[in-house]
Structures are given as structure tokens and as C-alpha cells.
């Protein structure tokens, strides 16, 4: 008895695995939709901008000059004499009134907000090509549809015209039947054209094959999550502050700077002068206190305070917009909600009336062809409530490419 307990338990645990590992598969599938060069191109965005943003954080730090020079003169009867020289310099601001500090700060600003935007970039492709894949899904759902629509459209000429030959029905409705069918087997026609469409598309994209790649199963994210998580939002955070050091850097460049300066030389001495009291090697160094004086520092200060005004508004404008999409995703979840459950009272109403006419049919009353009508209007209705469902996960799929740590 134990021992069938035991693997029961067992079973359970690995049934949980399994489900666990198909979603862990399933997420890094997606992860890595996008084809091989999409992914080095972001790769070599995200090491540029590393790059870039450590030279800019040491950007403060002059560089140190070398030198060495020989010079060669015919000037004396004794012939050709030759001196060299080497000599190492540097003239390094170490205080600019807290603008060393601030730039510094400012490359790290800047690398994060350049990092997010390069981020929600990928991600906005990746959801790209996920949403062709929803829309593939879709797209056979529709194309099933469209058939069993097509299938009623020829019961109903069928039937229109034996009525229309039994002279019980004027010509103009035998003809709108028609024109329904023709009208319908065209909407097909456009469904399959954009099948290979989208499949076009999600090749450019992605080289795996669409039909073997899982769709995951999204769920509506809270508002709190979708907030902290937006990179929308992240991204204009980081522009705020990046816009904020900037306006600290451009004041402080208009401010004193000290630097020190120092310089070592190895050279031989000039043989036009007596050497009496000359080093061959010596050390110049000092120090100096600058602060330009521009008839646009004001001006130019203003404008780096405006920015700061502007990306600090553009925070509190990002804000209202991603309260007002989410609401507006939540507002159109429910309409989805509400189509599904109307679909699916449909069907039940279209299962009684195919087992209604089913009995008349074997009563002699009705056709085969009316019942078949209701079976195919049953399977319109189910399909319909299946590419529901699609469009709500298209919407939740709009929530996911601008956050974080999903897909």
C-alpha cells in the first residue's frame, strides 16, 4: 500500500517537472526567436555602448604626452653633432567644481538609458515575431472558419435554387447567395495570401520554423509589475537623470578648474651653451586655476537646465501613458471576454438546435443539408471563441514587450 503511495507521489512530482521544463523550453525558445545576425547586431549595440560609455566616464582624464626627438647639426667645424631628447608631460585638471563627479555620473546615466533603449528595442522585435506567430494561429482558425462559411454559403444556393425552380422564390435572393459565396471564397483567398505574408515576415526575422515553435500562455500582468517593469518608463527615468547631470556638467564647465602640470625631461644639452649648473634630467611641475569666460555660458547653461525641465515633464507624460495603456488593454480584455462568452452561449444554442434537427430530420421534416447547416454555424462559433482567445493574447502580448524579465 506504502509503495503505491509512494508512486503516486512519484508520478505527481515528475508530471510537475515535466510541465515545468516544457515552460522553461518553451520561454527559452522565444527568448532566442530572432535569426543568428539580429542577435549580433544587438550584441554589438549593447558592447558599443559599454564601450563608449566607459571612455566617456574617464573622458576627464587628459592624456599623458610623450616625446623624443634627436636633432642633427652641421653648424660646427667639428663636424655633424647629434642630441636627443625625451620628455613625458601632463597637465591634469583634478577639481572643476564637482564637474568631474558629475560627469562620471553622467556616462553611467547615459549607459543605462542607452541599455534600455536598446533593450525594449529587442524586445519590441522579438514581440514582433511572436505576434506573427499568434497571428499564424489565427490565421488557420480563420481560414477553418471561412471553409465551413463557404460550405453553408453552397447548402444555401442548393437549396435557394430548388425553390427558385419551384418558382417559390423570386431570382434576387438565389443571387445574393451567390454573390455571398463568391464574396467569402474570395475572404479565403486573402487569408491564405496573408498566411504567406506573415510567414514572409517572421523569416525575415527568425530563422526557425514557425510551426514548430510552442506559443506561450499569457496572463494579465498587475498594474504595479507592468509599472516598475516598463522600460518605456525606465528609459525617459534614465534620460531625466541623465539630463540632470548634464545640467550640473555644463554649469561646472563655466566655473574655476585646478590643474596641476608636470613634466620630465632626458635630454642631452645644447653644445652652443656651457653646461655649468644644467641637469641633463629634470622636472618641471606646477599648478594652475582657470575659468573661461563666454559670452554663451548663460545661454548654454539655460538650455542644459531646460532639457533637464523637459526630459523631467517627459517622466510625468510617460507616467500618464502607461496607466492609460494598460487601462485600455484591461478595458479590451474584458469586450474579449464578453465576445467569447457570447460565442460560447452560441454554441450551446447551435448543439440543441443540431440535435433538434437532427430529430426531424430522421422524423422526415428536414433535410440532411439543415442539419448539416447547424453543424457547420456550431463549428463557426467554436472556432470563433478560439480566435478570441488569440485576440487577447495579441493584446497581453502588447504588455509584454515593454517590460522586463518575461519572454
Known amino acids: ?65 610623450v616625446r623624443y626627438g634627436k636633432d642633427y647639426t652641421t653648424r660646427f667645424k667639428t663636424g655633424t653633432i647629434d642630441t636627443s631628447s625625451l620628455s613625458v608631460y601632463i597637465d591634469q585638471p583634478i577639481f572643476r567644481s564637482g564637474g568631474i563627479y558629475y560627469a562620471i555620473k553622467y556616462s553611467g546615466a547615459l549607459r543605462d538609458a542607452n541599455k534600455a533603449e536598446i533593450t525594449l528595442r529587442k524586445r519590441q522585435m522579438i514581440g514582433d515575431a511572436v505576434s506573427i506567430l499568434f497571428n499564424l494561429k489565427k490565421n488557420r482558425l480563420e481560414q477553418q472558419k471561412m471553409r465551413y462559411l463557404v460550405k453553408n454559403d453552397r447548402i444555401d444556393i442548393r437549396q435557394k435554387k430548388d425553390s427558385y425552380d419551384a418558382g417559390i422564390l423570386d431570382s434576387s435572393f438565389l443571387d445574393q ?50 509599472t516598475q517593469q516598463n522600460l518605456e518608463l525606465k528609459k525617459d527615468i534614465l534620460r531625466a537623470e541623465e539630463s540632470s547631470y548634464n545640467a550640473k556638467v555644463t554649469t561646472a564647465k563655466y566655473l574655476p578648474t585646478l590643474s596641476v602640470q608636470g613634466q620630465y625631461t632626458d635630454g642631452d644639452l645644447n653644445p652652443l651653451f656651457p653646461s655649468n649648473g644644467l641637469n641633463e634630467r629634470y622636472y618641471n611641475y606646477g599648478f594652475s586655476v582657470s575659468m573661461p569666460l563666454d559670452i554663451n555660458s548663460f545661454d548654454d547653461i539655460e538650455a542644459a537646465k531646460v532639457e533637464k525641465l523637459r526630459a523631467a515633464t517627459q517622466v510625468l507624460d510617460r507616467k500618464d501613458t502607461v496607466r492609460e495603456e494598460y487601462q485600455w488593454i484591461d478595458n479590451s480584455l474584458s469586450i474579449l471576454d464578453k465576445k467569447i462568452s457570447l460565442a460560447h452561449k452560441d454554441e450551446k444554442v447551435y448543439k440543441n438546435l443540431l440535435r433538434l434537427t437532427k430529430d426531424l430530420v430522421r422524423a422526415g421534416e428536414k433535410t440532411s443539408l439543415d442539419a448539416e447547416i447547424m453543424s457547420n454555424s456550431l463549428q463557426i462559433r467554436k472556432l470563433d471563441q478560439k480566435i478570441y482567445s488569440i485576440d487577447k493574447q495579441l493584446k497581453l502580448l502588447q504588455l509584454y514587450i515593454r517590460v522586463e524579465n518575461v519572454l
Do not use: H
Open 177 to 226: 447567395a451567390i454573390l455571398k459565396k463568391s464574396q467569402d471564397e474570395a475572404t479565403l483567398l486573402e487569408l491564405e495570401l496573408n498566411y504567406l505574408e506573415l510567414k514572409q515576415r517572421f523569416a525575415l526575422l527568425s530563422s526557425k520554423k514557425p510551426d514548430k515553435l510552442r506559443l506561450p500562455k499569457l496572463k494579465m500582468m498587475s498594474k504595479k509589475s507592468y
Open 1 to 65: 500500500m506504502k509503495l503505491m503511495k509512494g508512486l503516486v507521489v512519484l508520478k505527481k512530482l515528475l508530471l510537475l517537472c515535466s510541465l515545468g521544463l516544457s515552460t522553461v523550453l518553451c520561454a527559452d525558445e522565444l527568448s532566442t526567436i530572432l535569426s543568428e545576425n539580429k542577435e549580433l547586431l544587438f550584441d554589438y549595440d549593447f558592447k558599443s555602448n559599454e564601450l563608449q560609455s566607459d571612455m566617456l566616464s574617464k573622458s576627464w582624464i587628459n592624456p599623458v604626452t
